[in-house]
């Protein structure tokens, strides 16, 4: 018997597993994304579809732990100054979206012919947005440290800070037979709530730092994946204790951990859980969707979805837009959180309980909120091919003026930064632009001041203070702006030296016609070092290597013809004006 019940458990992992092989590489593939995948490839094997695998509730259940990770994940980004810069955010934007969208889908609710109390609940369930889709959506495509990105986190934390006063609105609404008594007053539940956070941030800020040390110590990796798993489901079952949220417990921790020396390790050992039991979790919201429900009440359950998406997202790009934000990021923060959410099903199982809601309209609000899941996905690819390309943010970026440095760098990204280390060694006084507003807002924490602007544009050249410059260094990585940027240094200010990136031997020699001063090709030194290096571990002295080296160097530029190479290569005895690497 208990072979055939291990066996019975071994299937049923099985099953998850090879549906989220086969559906999430293919949708990917496609273009929708994985959260569509696993989506669909739990509606296909699940209770509703081929029957496959028959508990979705508990694999949902299971399934929150990784969206539990993932906040504790995103807490460790936000050290404890930054979360605070973002208050205003978090309670003042959060809170406004949050009441204007509750008031709206009430609205909504009523125009469907539902009582107010019915409707209120199925518009606080639609409300709270979807943690883990959105979460999962910033990650892929890198905005999670991006001000855009930092405004829908700030939002979805207030939102999972209300999951619990929700919950006590629903208990007010019930009928007063259905509200169990509760086992202890009001004030002893708040106070085992706060008594719960008060020792999470004890030991958060005083005693895991040395639990990892000395774990460090032991250098047991396991040991260390193990403590990493402690502190985040102990954290949550911390909060779960004191009546609060374990997703925020999570995050708490996090944000404790965050200026920890040991941060990137948890990361790197809760990562491989995170993503499983994220994709656990939807796998298990695509089970619940009861297929039989939507088919017999198909048309209130589709106006219901197409009603509360749009007013939702209406109501988010008006909030946005009120914010003052560009029209591209509110239409994408609009696209991206019109879904209901994980919570809304908690919300809805205790509003079922206590008797606010019928059994009906329980699976038909679950149906049309784990549809808006479904279609978020899909919403977010439309709005990709058929929107204008949004307009970059310029949040935090500066343009270019009245700028005097000995050296002008044009272009911060790998090589820019690497490159401006020796005149600062040398103590010389630099002016940075950089046509990327992620790039200057990345550099800054590191104390660069990066501004923005076009190197090829003459006005921005003076700007920069390019005439007064003894160097400019371009640095940019495209061959074209390269060119372009030599051509009009050249018109502009023809005195100064020009120091530049090349591509490839072809644009070397391209720059060298446009009267370049120094030509450093991106690969060439670094591959001519790698080969060194293994000339050396073949037994050759460092004379010998050295040897091998030059006459490699010179091997390679024999290719450049005529007068051209003739420039370059006299510059390998140090006596011609070029240099091409």
Known sequence: MAAEGNAGLLLGVITLLSAAVVAVPLLKRIGFGSVLGYLLAGMMIGPFGLQLVNDPHTIIDVGELGVVMFLFVIGLELNPSHLWALRAQIFGLGSLQVLICAVLLTVVGKAFGFPWQVSFVCAAGFVLTSTAIVMQVLSERGDLTE??????????????????????????????????????????????????????????????????????????????????????LGAALLMEIGGLSMAMGAFVAGVLLSESTFRHQLEVDIEPFRGLLLGLFFLGVGMALDLQVVARNWLLISSGVLALMVVKALCIYGVARLAKSQHGDALDRAVLMAQGGEFAFVLFTEALKLKVVSAEINANMTAIVVLSMALTPVNLLLLKRFARPRAVSMDGVEPAQNLQGHVLIIGFGRVGQIACQAPLAHGAKLSIIDMDPEVIRAVEPYGFKVYYGDGARHDLLHAAGARHARTIIVCVNDKKAATRIVESTRQYCPQVKVLVRAFDREHALELVKHDADYIVRETFESSLLLGRQAVLTLGASSVEADAVTDEVRTRCRTFCPGNIRRSICRASVGSGKYRAH
């Open 147 to 232: 001000p855009r990105g930092q405004r829908i986190v700030s939002i979805l934390l207030f939102e999972d800070l209300l999951i619990v006063p929700l919950l006590a609105v629903v208990a007010f609404l019930a009928p007063t037979a259905a509200v169990p008594e509760p086992t202890s007053p009001l004030w002893q539940r708040m106070a085992i709530a706060a008594v719960s956070l008060s020792a999470l941030v004890i030991i958060g800020l005083w005693l895991l730092n040395p639990l990892f040390r000395v774990l460090a110590q032991a250098r047991a990796r396991e040991v260390m994946t193990a403590a990493a798993l402690l502190v985040v």
